[in-house]
Structures are given as C-alpha cells and as structure tokens.
C-alpha cells in the first residue's frame, strides 16, 4: 500500500480532517489485554485514586495511537509513516459511565523536508486539555 498524496500538493498550513475518538473502560480493558499493560491505574478506579489520580486513566501508548490514526487516515498508507513522537502532558481521565472520555485531535502539515516527507504537527486534547505536547510525525508522500 503507497500514498496517493503528492508531496506538490501540500503545503505548510495544510489542516488534516480533524477526529474524535471515544474511549471507554471497556476500550481500555481491551487494550490492555492486546498490550499485556494491566497496570490497575488502567482498570481500577480505587487503586487509581489511592496513588492521587483523579479516575482511571486511559494508557499512554493508547493515546499516542490513536492521535496518529488521523495522520494514516489521511496518508492512506500506515507505513509512510517514518517517525513519530510524542509528550505526554496530561492524562485521559475515563469515568466509569455510559460516556466514557473523547480524545480529539487535529493536525496540520508543520513542514516540508527533504526527499518528499513533511512534518505533521497534531494536537490531541480530552475535557479540553491538551494530553500529547509535541506530537510530531514525518510521512513519506508520493
């Protein structure tokens, strides 16, 4: 699978389509058993709470892939994807209701580099707070 986008036709500011994601407890347990990450902070509302966070709050590398998903969304090609990071600046707190927590993200194209790649710059926030800093990612375009 390639990219169809071609590097001529982006620009710096280019706004990728915007995504929510909704995150549940159950989300999280399944998580957790794909990732073998049982952490109870994850799971337990107690335990959570007992070590001075606000609920249960959803994993870290759960946020950070699912921030990406606009960014291979748009590509079309999870594998031009050639870098990717993150800071994580606050947690996804997830109640125990009907609900559960949204992530929403946004992103841009921030630069264009050598060899056909760009820089997407992402923003992912929940409850409005911003929960990934830096969220950067280099895909190889057409």
Do not use: C
């Amino acid at each position: 699978m390639a990219t169809q986008i071609a590097y001529d036709n982006v620009e710096i500011g280019t706004e990728l389509p915007a995504a929510t994601f909704p995150v549940t407890r159950d989300t999280l347990v399944r998580y957790a058993g794909a990732s073998g990450d049982f952490n109870p902070i994850h799971w337990n509302e107690k335990f959570a709470r007992e070590v001075g966070l606000p609920d249960v709050i959803a994993h870290g590398m759960f946020t950070m892939a699912e921030a990406v998903r606009v960014v291979t969304d748009w590509v079309g090609d999870p594998g031009a994807v050639v870098e990717y990071g993150v800071r994580f600046t606050k947690p996804v707190v997830v109640p125990n209701d009907d609900k559960g927590a949204v992530i929403e993200v946004t992103a841009k194209i921030g630069d264009k580099l050598d060899d056909n790649r760009v820089r997407v710059d992402l923003t992912a926030t929940s409850e409005g707070k911003k929960v990934l800093g830096m969220s950067r990612a280099v895909v190889q375009l057409a």
